[in-house]
């Protein structure tokens, strides 16, 4: 059995949207056809984004959280709704299988497709089995995972590594020389980056924060009179001007936007990353071979970015400061300790590229058609 229609529930945040249409588009380029089904308040702007690349989506009738005082009554009334729009979907597009990315959004589908007797397989982006996935796997044939879980006993399916699928730009540029992203940096922002020295990347998620966007310049600025490095700094939408302001008239080359959507050229340019360690950007670090500071986001659902965190950590790939140590006078010793010498910087990035899976989407793919082919 050949895998050609596939529905993908990935409803949430961007750590679970972004993942299912990377598959949705891989199927896609393989001659099948995805349908995602999305939930949650950013279900129409992720139902635009799904269509510009040619994927089919439907925004159902949002999920309220399960979380809160009062909150049963409007989450059993979304479920509700939920589960007859996925019904109504499914039937219509009759896909071979429901492949569920995380998040209690995905519960209207899943159970949707359970009851027409559709094939169930998910996907965790995190080290840590998130508890939607832990609750669903009772009726999932298969878990695939980012990272190797920490907690796979938790589960009630089969448990399997096939890593994260990363949006196909990335993935294809993963190769990128930082000679070559550094020159379309410069053509693209009219930076002049200097060729032989450190590069650091910043960044601190879409909302940006201030460990980022104060504490990281305040160290750099300190550390500048010692150690010749440059900055290539995101800052976050509507975070440029008070980042301006925290890094000052600096010596330092410096290259500092809000964001943007050439994120390979960052990854590729970059010697030492500092960011948080969500699952996706953990992944990206390993696909383009980066030694990192990772500052865990200390209020992740079950500290699962800390489990994040200790995967390159454990290989030797990152360091993990957690976000209450994150002082300027604690980053400038950190800084001066990995800058100190290039070629553990290159060893540690070598390290932490062991940890990559190439072509997790279509790993992921692959294994959804073995299993629905074993099908009685």
Known sequence: MKLERLAITCGGTGGHFYPGLSVARKLRDEGGEALLLLSGVNAPHQ??????FGVSAVALPRMPSPRGIG?????????LGGVCASLRELKRFRPQALLGMGSFTSLPPILAAHLLRIPVFLHDGNARIGKANRFFSSRAKLLATAFPACNADKCRCEVLVTGMPLRPELEAAA?????AAEAELERIFGVKLEAGIPTILVFGGSQGAAIFNAAVPAALKRLESRRRF???????PGKFETTKKAYGDVPFPLLLLESSGRMELFLG??????????GS???????FGKAAVLIPYPY?????????ARVLEAAGGAELLPNAECSPERLEQLFDRLLASPET????????AECAVPDAAGRLLVELTNRLRKRP
């Not at 340019?269 to 969500?278: E, N, P, T, Y």
């Not at 950007?281 to 696909?287: I, K, M, N, Q, S």
Request: net charge negative; aromatic share 2%; glycine share 12%.
């Open 269 to 278: 340019a970059a010697d030492l990353v500092v960011c948080r360690s969500g």
């Open 300 to 308: 992740a659902a079950e500290h699962h970015q800390d489990d994040n």
């Open 345 to 352: 910087l290159a060893e540690r990035g070598a390290r932490a």
């Open 175 to 179: 190769g990128i020389s930082r000679e």
């Open 281 to 287: 950007t953990v992944a990206e670090l390993a696909r």
């Open 47 to 52: 139902k635009d984004i799904a269509e510009s």
């Open 230 to 236: 440059q900055v290539l700094h995101l800052a976050g």
């Open 71 to 79: 909150s049963g009554v409007a989450f059993g009334s979304g479920a």
